[in-house]
């Protein structure tokens, strides 16, 4: 099957900054797969919103971290929204418990690197071997766009784990671009800052208040998953031509050296 049409899949797309990434990608004529760990009503409603846009949309299911389903989840997706040029790697998930490095558990470091780094490394590579096998005379623009966090770099000490994968997860973008380079695939990873989110909102209170007062960030406030979805579109379109291997840091200048 061919296709002109662009078409992406988004892991972890049924909420927050993947589902912001999804419309962000229909809203540029993407078809698009969404998807999230379970077959439930939080991913229809992602699926629905989608399509709402006018474009081809499927919806797959399916836990990321269980490697022997990436094949079958690509399968799904293609099968509806035809040869993907764009996997967004962007499911992750945060510790179980905040706390001291020298409390934290096997069983959270384990989720932390299975979920965040793991699967990232091999769904790449499942994505990485059909899209290199394949005849790209399309002319489409092809891109492997990694999620990754600020903390790939800035530790975070309540967080550790999800620190050190994340740092891993950096790796693999890296990894990945210098293999996909010489077939014009183009890599980036994403390293969002303080972002708005399910996931940040037991704390996001406390971090607007120091981008108030401290002024943490140099841009005045924190980051919305829409930003992020628009970072993430311009990549997917080829926004930034002549670019492989970098790193977005998405983080509102937090990360800029400065005394």
């Known amino acids: 099957m061919t296709s002109s049409r662009q078409a992406a899949f988004v892991t972890g797309s ?3 900054i993947g589902l912001a990434a999804a419309r962000a990608l229909a809203e ?10 379970f077959d439930d009503d939080e991913l229809a409603r992602a699926a629905d919103s989608i399509a709402a846009l006018g474009v081809p949309v499927a919806k797959v299911a399916g836990d990321v971290s ?7 989840m690509l399968d799904s997706a293609e099968a509806v929204v035809g040869p993907l040029s764009t ?6 998930v945060s510790v ?3 706390g001291d490095p020298l409390d934290v558990t096997e069983e959270s470091y384990d989720r932390c690197m299975a979920i965040n780094a793991k ?5 790449s590579q499942a994505f990485a071997r059909r899209v290199v096998a394949r005849d790209r005379s399309d002319h489409r623009f092809y891109s492997l766009i990694n999620v990754t966090s600020s903390n790939a770099n800035a530790v975070a000490e309540p967080r550790a784990e999800y620190c050190v994968s994340k740092a891993a997860a950096a790796m693999i973008a890296k990894t990945f671009a210098v293999r996909l380079g010489r077939e014009n695939i183009a890599v980036y990873d994403i390293q969002p800052g303080l972002i708005e989110t399910d996931m940040t909102g037991p704390v996001i209170e406390d971090y607007k208040r120091r981008v108030a007062e401290e002024g943490i960030t140099l841009l005045p406030r924190v980051g919305k998953p829409e930003d992020m979805g628009a970072i993430m579109a311009t990549l997917a379109s080829g926004g930034l031509p002549y670019t492989t291997g970098h790193v977005i840091s998405a983080d509102g200048g937090m990360l800029v ?3």
């Open 14 to 16: 049924s909420r927050g």
């Open 257 to 259: 050296s400065r005394f």
């Open 96 to 98: 179980l418990s905040r």
């Open 87 to 92: 996997l967004v790697n962007n499911a992750g």
């Open 66 to 72: 269980d490697l022997s389903i990436h094949d079958a």
């Open 119 to 123: 699967a990232q490394f091999f769904l």
């Open 28 to 37: 540029r004529g993407f078809a698009v797969a969404v998807n999230g760990p």
